[in-house]
């Protein structure tokens, strides 16, 4: 048994390095395509994309390390590290839902506005949330640790909690947007009057959906572990006397609002999934960019196509077909082929 144990351990540990050394390369190539991708827009989910990638090289760093089943185990040496590794793997998760809010905020808008996505104040603005407030606030959150400051809970954690709850719940309200616009979108299909929302519109909105939803359900395992200690410290008392564990009234008889077993069962079959799916957090998100959000599609397409597929800059919105035929990059000029006998004379 001791044996099996242990060559599980190797096998999980030689597969947690491979996946590792997958996902950062797919995450530098993210990158590169954030900074110098002439097919993206400088809209916040760009921006979003390029900090889950960063967030998400740190993510495997650490995790890689310290992890249960750690490729690399004790690989980073810095004490400081060492000791804040459970904050650090709590913010690098916190980036991902904390930038969706932002993200869904700017999806709603540009589907009613598509054209805001040209406007330079209107990308400045999620340029400035998901940048410079959001990675400064989550350094602000790392450093509050080593303050001589007795908070009510760890800074790093309770950022985690608020941010998954605050994900969710934009989750769900974005999900109810899509079937609105769903109705708008048959609306301005049987309109006549021209309109900047086009069926690409309306496809980038719904995309956009499995885009949040499917990390959302990745990072509940993660989010019922951190929730945990919470809920010991803060909700134990009331979950009691609420009768939710044992009936009414906090009184042991009757029978349970819950199915404990059912709960049981969940938390475990979590439980083991969890180090899978913190593991594989970056690369997932990643291949929904990807997939779901139509500039980082164009753009893929773009690189390994060496610029056979959509060549050229990104299209204003709103612009009509002859403009677009204006700012794209032509075939290459042909020069004439002289004849070996014409260089011989020459």
Known sequence: MGNTASAKQVADQVAYGIIAC?????????????????RLKA????????????????????????????PWPNYITNQNWRDTAKQVECLTRSIFPAGMVFVYLEQIILTLAPKLANSIIFNAVFFVLLVPWLNGLMIFLYYAHYMDVVWWYEPADLFNLATYLLFVTFTFIYFLFCLFGTCLCCATMASKKQSSRTTGTFADMWLLFPYGLVPSIMYGPSFGMTSVSFAMQHLLT?????GLLSGGGGSSSGDSMIDMNLLMQVATNAILAMPWFVLLFPLVQSVLALVCLRMFREQFFFMVSCGRFFEGKHHKIGMTKDEWNVTSIGPPPLYPISAPSEKQEA
Not at 22 to 38: A, N, R, S
Not at 43 to 70: D, M, P, Q
């Open 43 to 70: 809209t916040g989910v760009r921006w979003h994309v390029l900090n889950c990638s960063v967030w998400g090289i740190l993510h495997l760093i650490s995790y890689c390390s310290f992890a249960e089943k750690a």
């Open 238 to 242: 009331w979950v009691l006397e609420s």
């Open 22 to 38: 997958v996902t950062v390369g797919v995450l530098i190539v993210m990158v590169y395509m954030c900074i110098f991708g002439q």
